[in-house]
């Protein structure tokens, strides 16, 4: 059930699997929840908040554009005069797409950067601004394995997952002096959910094996991550199955 003393969880980007995940295991812990994507996909995000609700958790949706700043500013101020103060801020956009080095043109690159990077940075200079003045909070960064190193198609992804990485750490050094957890957390291997499934096929006998990440395994972390004392925080972790190579 939700309690009335916990702080507000935004999660941006709250696409089917990680996302979704994400703010299931909030409510569950009794954080009233305000979810995102973009306009489009609301009808998905309304489905989100149904299966929140039908658990007796509280939910939100908002259809917002995360690479506008105009929309980022609107909806924190919007939360926060209309649901409650937010304590735990989640980017999870991922943007994840394939593309040689040669056929990534100029208008993709810098789609890729703004969702997954300049969105990021919107989101935890957002987050800072209600969050300091009450010394206390937690922002969570969704990376991936491209966080650390680029491979070959993957170049405009690299790049705005490195550049994510980089606000992460700026953020934590500036902020955590003020009281406000951030984390970043790479996601190193596949991630059962559609986009997988489409490459893939059946993914069964891999969950079964618990070879391949699982959303609500994944969750688990960031919940733990919020819930961590600060006299023992962690900056970065990486979750990957057991038999992943890396």
């Known amino acids: 059930m939700p309690d009335a003393a916990k702080p507000v969880c935004l999660v941006i ?18 954080h009233p929840v305000c979810v995102t994507r973009r306009a489009r996909n609301f009808d998905q995000l309304q489905a989100l908040v149904a299966g929140i609700e039908a658990r007796g958790g509280v939910a939100h949706a ?14 924190f101020d919007r939360i926060e005069r209309d649901i409650g103060p937010i304590g735990i801020v989640v980017f999870n956009i991922g943007a994840n797409v394939q593309f040689g080095i040669r056929e990534t043109t100029a208008r993709v690159f810098t789609k890729v950067w703004e969702m997954a990077c300049f ?27 491209a966080s650390l190193r680029g491979r070959e198609g993957f170049a405009a992804f690299a790049a705005a997952k490195h550049g ?15 009281g406000i957890h951030v984390a970043h957390v790479i ?5 059962d959910g559609v986009f997988i499934r489409q490459r893939v096929g059946d993914t ?7 070879a391949i990440l699982k959303p609500e395994d994944i969750a ?27």
Request: neutral net charge; charged residues 20%.
């Open 13 to 30: 980007g709250a696409g089917e699997g990680v996302g979704q995940a994400i703010a299931h295991a909030f409510a569950a812990a009794g």
């Open 62 to 75: 908002f259809g917002v554009d995360a690479r506008s700043e105009a929309e980022t500013i609107a909806l």
């Open 119 to 145: 969105a990021g940075f919107l989101a935890g200079r957002e987050a800072a601004r209600v969050m300091v003045p009450r010394g206390s909070g937690t922002i969570l960064f969704t990376g991936a394995t």
């Open 164 to 178: 994510l990485r980089a606000v992460a750490q700026a953020a934590a050094r500036e902020l955590g002096p003020l």
């Open 187 to 191: 996601c190193d291997g596949a991630i």
């Open 204 to 210: 069964g006998a891999l969950l079964r094996e618990d």
């Open 220 to 246: 688990r972390s960031y919940l733990w991550l919020h819930q961590q004392p600060r006299s023992a925080w962690s900056h970065e972790i990486d979750v990957r199955p057991w038999r992943e190579q890396w």
